[in-house]
């Protein structure tokens, strides 16, 4: 595919946040979700136009090349199949001792019918990797649109609100081969049908969304029980798996409606946390927790929390998920143990040491799925592996350039940045230094340098993006949008990925960019943190670095390690090539997660309850 950024017309796409879009907490009526108001004005949404004979972009909603790109389920198995078969590493070393519990994954949004971001692309791939393992695995998401092959399957009755509420199930059955599949269950309400999942096309945030995302959370706690699929209900015995604050009220539920009635007495429940800056707050005195939630009095110490705005008039989904679960999982390492600060926590750190304490916390990195590999990836121009990544790359670059609308310079390290355009990516951090980047100088270190920046957001960056191209043409491709094939490209054909990110729970483009040989400089922080091995002595640390890490989320700490990079990159080319075969041989691919996920499963079914 062709597409030149001197040859498309930019134009801004409004997207979604990773979490629920930011609204204003001061609305009249408005209760807030815990999210922070932007400090811009997402930009508005606008088809692409292609010009020149170049093909037009594809958009995505979500930021990942998860997206759609290999979504058959039979070629997905087929492909673990193969590559598991030619690498031992992506096979699973650990064997669930409860394969036979079912494992029920319950989220606002799943790929690929529903995504604004890294939740979707995470839900979906537990109900793909879960099932793989061999677990009776369900996924219940709300039913946004009217999904192809998805069909009636039964309806409940659930009181919500102070009366009561019909939603009705759709059933898809993805069937993985050799008796394994999942069955992802939709939740259908009138509440859903709207044209964003969280707020409106202004960013401001549903006003119901409380009883939207309580109403998904008593119906999939109705599914297994009601839903007779393939020829059997899932049953009591079941292990949920509930994802930030929309489902936040799953294991107060489980507590006080469910084992207080001698129903899921020997189910379990994990929460995880995707990102903790969004935790579901809304005011106790406007929801009562008896007639609006229909949860007993004393349900009030699970669910009061406190805020700057609402004082102890708070209710905290997130909190009440944190301290009514059975186990508690972040989703990288080092973010379990940022959120265990007062810098990390946001208010919340003192529940998570405390469950620390209780051997009921641990973080485990997402996994990237195998379509990320450069030896079978069909979206790049050459495949290759590790015996011949310097011809692979070569060539990939040089096609990266030519379509780009880039000088096709071998010598000139290429950077990329592929994300959303908002401060906590750190994109103001990259567009200031650019102007220094391109400026020759003496050592033969600056200068030599060409950036391709792509992604959508707030209109303030996405304009500095735009600027940035119009004044170093040929050296800069900023393009305003989301393809994803291109994204693979540039996995494939850059030389360095950037990712100044101020936190990131954990983060996917590393993990992709080190499988294909591009090396990351990325702020040391969450997930990065973890997945980023960096060249901090360049004798001690050659034989295991994969990139570049800086501390302290400002320009001058940012320079500096870009600096070292290139240094590196275009004076000590042995070195260079020894850090990308260094990310070539790491092993990041959802069977190694998922033998981390297996292992907690099996403790939290093993242990006791965390209520009693």
């Known amino acids: 595919m062709l597409w030149c950024c ?106 690929p019918w529903s995504k604004t971001g890294g939740l979707a692309m995470v839900a979906g791939s537990y109900g793909y990797e879960f099932a793989m393992r061999g677990h009776r695995t369900m996924v219940v998401s709300p039913r946004y649109g009217d999904y192809k092959d998805a069909v009636y399957v039964g309806y409940a009755k659930i009181w919500l609100d102070g009366r009561e509420h019909e939603v009705r199930y759709f059933h898809l059955y993805q069937d993985l081969g050799e008796g394994k599949g999942t069955d992802y269950i939709f939740v259908e309400h009138e509440s859903y049908h709207r044209g964003g999942l969280y707020c ?35 049953g009591q015995d079941v292990l949920f798996i509930a994802n930030d604050w929309q489902t936040g009220l799953l294991p107060v539920y489980h507590l006080y409606k469910y084992r207080r009635n001698r129903t899921y007495l020997n189910s379990r429940c994990v929460f995880v946390i995707h990102n903790i800056g969004y935790q579901g707050k809304y005011r106790l005195s406007k929801f009562p927790l008896d007639s ?31 301290l009514a679960s059975d186990r508690v999982l972040t989703v990288s390492p080092n973010y379990a143990v940022e959120v265990q ?24 990195l997402n996994g990237i799925a195998d379509e990320w590999d450069p030896r079978t990836d069909p979206h790049i121009p050459r495949n290759y592996g590790l015996s011949d990544f310097l011809e692979g790359k070569a060539h990939c670059k040089s096609d990266l350039q ?17 994300g959303r355009l908002c401060f906590q990516k750190g994109v103001h951090l990259i567009t200031q230094v650019i102007p220094w980047l391109l400026t020759y100088e003496n050592s033969g270190v600056l200068g030599r340098v060409q950036v391709i920046l792509m992604g959508k957001g ?44 101020q936190y990131e ?22 997930g990065l943190k973890d997945s980023v091995l960096g060249l901090w002595d360049e004798e001690r640390d050659r034989s295991t670095a994969t990139g570049f890490l800086f501390s302290g989320f400002e320009e001058n700490n940012f320079k500096e390690k870009l ?20 990310g070539l041989q790491k092993n990041y691919y959802w069977p190694q997660a998922i033998d981390e996920y297996e292992r907690h499963l099996d403790w939290t079914l093993e242990g006791p309850l965390a209520f009693g």
């Open 505 to 526: 729970p954990c983060g996917l483009p590393q993990m992709y960019a080190q499988a294909y040989g591009t090396v990351p400089v990325v702020h040391e922080t969450g």
């Open 563 to 582: 600096y070292q990079a290139l240094e590196v990159y275009h004076k000590k080319q042995d070195l260079f090539r020894q850090i990308q075969q260094n």
């Open 458 to 501: 707030d209109d303030l960056y996405a304009s500095q993006l735009s600027n940035a191209e119009n004044t170093n043409r040929g050296r800069v491709c900023g393009y305003v949008g989301f393809d994803p094939k291109v994204e693979h490209r540039m996995m494939a054909g850059c030389d360095f990925l950037l990712m100044p990110s």
């Open 6 to 111: 001197e040859d498309v017309k930019k134009e801004a796409l409004s997207l979604g946040p990773c979490g629920p879009c930011p609204p204003s907490p001061h609305t009249e009526g408005y209760e807030s979700s815990g999210t922070q108001t932007p400090k811009t004005k997402a930009v508005s949404e606008s088809s692409s136009e292609s010009g020149g004979g170049s093909e037009q972009m594809e958009r995505v909603f979500s930021l990942s090349a998860l997206d759609a790109l290999l979504q058959d389920p039979l070629e997905k198995a087929d492909l673990r199949s193969h590559l598991q078969s030619e690498q031992l590493d992506k096979r699973p070393k650990y064997t669930s001792q409860h394969l036979d519990t079912p494992v029920v994954v319950v989220s606002s949004e799943v790929n």
């Open 402 to 418: 030519r379509s780009l609308g880039l000088h096709e310079d071998p010598g000139a390290a290429l950077l990329g940045f592929c």
């Open 341 to 364: 600060s007062p810098e990390g926590g946001q208010g919340l750190h003192e529940i998570l040491t405390e469950k620390g304490r209780q051997l009921r916390m641990a973080g485990i």
């Open 200 to 234: 409106d096309r202004d960013g401001k945030e549903y006003v119901d969304n409380l009883f939207r995302y309580a109403l998904l959370t008593v119906a999939a706690m109705e599914a297994p029980l009601v839903l007779n699929l393939r020829g059997s209900t899932y």
């Open 292 to 322: 609006y939630l229909g949860l007993p009095p004393e349900a009030i110490d699970l669910l009061q929390g406190e805020d700057l705005n609402l004082g102890v008039d708070c209710m905290n989904l997130m909190s009440a998920a944190i």
